[in-house]
């Protein structure tokens, strides 16, 4: 509860140190109120900063491997993921000898896992999919129309993905790996690059919320204001 936080007595609006007879805490708190309010609704959705670590985005990451990213969410609901899943030499498609499989979990809860040929052949298989992620790949080098061939080509390939998640309030961790046969780095080098996150803002239950919490301590000043006479 984001809102109610900053805002509850004490820490916002200045109940304290208002003049009784200069201006009225309640309209002061009612102004605070539906300034904030109106900050909210101009704002669908925010894009989070994000901390990968000591990752550098799109660089090359040994297979099998893994790296955490961190960002904040103001709200609690669905915020949306999009990034580019990068191989750099023969990172192995699904049905293959070595294959790969590459997962996405947020908060600990995987979401998503699946097989993309990224230079090593074999085909794009979608593993785990419950939010409905959309992933276009493109093998380095193939020869076919689709760029999705089975071929081994040894230039590597990318699949930008994106779908929505489940975010807490707070800090919320996104966690990116491959799984497989340990051949490499040179071999099997992947990494993570274009990664942006938006994350949801608050729901109009907050606003009431936050509005109620505004009026009950308008009501608590004007009390203690009146019991002082
Ligand atoms: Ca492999």
Redesign the pocket.
Same mark, same amino acid.
């Given at each position: 509860m984001w809102g109610i936080e900053q805002i509850g007595p004490g820490k916002g609006p200045k109940l304290g140190h208002l003049h009784p007879d200069t201006e009225e805490p309640h309209a002061t708190l009612l102004r605070t109120g539906l300034g904030i309010a109106a900050f909210f609704t101009a704002v669908i959705a925010q894009a989070a900063s994000v901390n990968t670590g000591g990752y550098v985005l799109g660089g090359e990451l040994a297979s099998p491997g893994s790296f955490d990213a961190t960002f904040s969410s103001t709200a609690a609901g669905t915020g949306y993921l999009h990034f580019q899943l990068v191989g750099f030499a023969s /990172? *192995?498609g699904y049905d293959n000898c070595?294959t *790969?499989v590459f997962h996405l979990r947020i908060n600990g809860m995987e979401v998503f896992a699946a097989s993309f040929n990224l230079g =090593?052949g074999g085909t794009n298989t979608i593993l785990f999919n419950p939010n409905g992620a959309t992933a276009l790949t493109t093998t380095h080098g193939a020869t076919d129309s689709l760029h999705d061939s089975h071929q081994v080509t040894w230039a590597g390939g990318d699949s930008r993905i994106a779908l929505p998640i489940d975010l807490l309030v707070g800090v919320n961790t996104l966690t990116f790996s491959y799984t =497989? /046969?340990r051949?490499g780095v040179g071999d099997?080098g992947w990494g993570v690059g274009s990664l942006g996150i938006t994350t949801p803002v608050p729901e109009p239950q907050t606003y009431a919320l936050l509005l109620a919490g505004l009026g009950a301590a308008g009501l608590l000043s004007r009390r203690r204001k009146q019991a002082a006479r």
């Open positions: /990172l *192995d070595c *790969d =090593g =497989g /046969l051949q099997e």
